[in-house]
């Protein structure tokens, strides 16, 4: 079935710090989006890229939708205490299958 | 709106003992999940319901019954719990259509013994 690679699994930064993961899928999407799960919570729908090279922001979150809609990633400047948590890409339904990706948890150190 | 909510918040069940999660939305959304989150596994999909009346199995369903009450309430039941089934248990809802956003209730921690 579709599977969709998120890289890195863990990423420890200093605050002030940027921070990137990717998404990476076998097979082209019609669609990706991003959520963030803070410790103990549960998952928070963040964006929807759909179009091939989309770029968009939110403050001081950027997400990118590659050229060949394969791959994602999402870029964070100058982190804060408050991007602390897991951010998860997914693919897009297909039929009754919908699958996120393992995750990238993201610790900031103060 | 309370979104979506889930009950039990947490569980402990010893082998081969039964139980059902319940969760309801209040989004009048058609289509609603059962997700289970393991460590370093991510979000798994267990069954999925487009609409009242209607379930199919997700990538992880082998232990697992469901049942879409209306088009509020998706219950998910385990008939004899294995304690491989130890897990944080999510359900969520989406509208479904151009931007098929997922909304998650709070999740539900089981503990199998």
């Known amino acids: 079935g579709q599977q969709v690679m998120q890289i890195p699994q863990y990423q420890h930064v200093q605050e002030g710090e940027d921070f990137t993961t990717y998404c990476n899928s076998s097979?082209?999407?019609?669609?990706i989006q991003w959520y963030k799960q803070r410790p103990g919570g549960h998952p928070v729908f963040l964006i929807q890229?759909?179009?091939?090279?989309e770029v968009k922001k939110q403050k001081r979150l950027t997400f990118q939708f590659g050229e060949a809609k394969k791959n994602s990633s999402l870029h964070i400047t100058a982190t804060q205490t408050t991007d602390v948590g897991t951010y998860f890409c997914?693919?897009?339904?297909?039929?009754?299958?919908?699958?996120f990706g393992t995750g990238t948890s993201l610790t900031v150190i103060p | 709106n309370a979104g979506v909510t889930q009950t039990p918040k947490f569980q402990v069940l010893k082998t081969g003992q039964s139980m059902t999660l319940q969760c309801a939305q209040d989004?009048?959304?058609?289509?609603m999940y059962w997700y289970r989150q393991d460590p370093g596994m991510g979000l798994r999909l267990i069954y999925y319901?487009?609409?009242?009346?209607?379930?199919d199995k997700g990538e992880v369903p082998n232990g697992y019954n469901v049942s879409r009450l209306n088009k509020r309430e998706f219950s998910l039941r385990l008939e004899s719990a294995a304690p491989s089934q130890t897990s944080v248990y999510f359900c969520?809802?989406?509208?479904?259509?151009?931007?098929?956003?997922?909304?998650f209730g709070p999740g539900t921690r089981l503990t199998v013994l």
């Open positions: 969520a809802s989406s509208k479904a259509g151009a931007v098929d956003t997922q909304y």
């Open positions: 097979t082209t999407l019609s669609n």
């Open positions: 890229l759909v179009k091939s090279g």
């Open positions: 997914a693919g897009p339904r297909i039929g009754n299958q919908f699958y």
């Open positions: 989004m009048n959304h058609n289509s």
């Open positions: 319901s487009a609409s009242e009346g209607t379930t």
